[in-house]
């Protein structure tokens, strides 16, 4: 709640957040998000370990993109967006907006998304199976690594 004990719009996306199931992408990429914040001499290691696919862990370098994104401005939309024909291929849209809540997202347009892939035999997040393939355009799910193709997380509850 603000300062002045009045509910905000800020205080609507809190529990709205709060809410999402463990198995939401947008949760997952927060969970990213502060793991990209990360400053300790741990931290490349477990952004490989726990987060990106084993496919791209060499791309992401020494993460300094990815980590220049992370503390940015940029929100996180807690719409996820579902591949074609894909479930196990999620989409999480980066948004540079004011607005904590935003009644269409359609009309607040992506600065970025993070394309990510359901990996439960890579899964180290209790409730969760994402793994963080690409941050930038999203990506096609015929060029994303997928093992557990056809399933739907949404199935969870």
Known sequence: MSDDM?????????????????????LFVDAVR??????DPGALEMLRAAFVTPESADRWGDFSEART?????????????????APDVSYVRWVDTQAHVAPDSRLIPAELHATLVWRPEIAVTPG???RLHALGDPAH??????????FDPRTLG
């Open 6 to 26: 009045s509910w905000t719009e800020e205080d609507d996306a809190a529990v709205a957040y709060e809410l999402l199931p463990d198995w939401h992408p947008s």
């Open 34 to 39: 502060m793991g990209l914040q990360r400053l």
């Open 69 to 85: 994104i992370a503390n940015s401005s940029l929100k996180l939309s807690m719409s996820a967006l579902w591949a074609v024909d």
């Open 128 to 130: 969760s199976a994402w």
């Open 141 to 150: 799910p015929d060029d994303v690594p997928r093992t557990a193709i056809g």
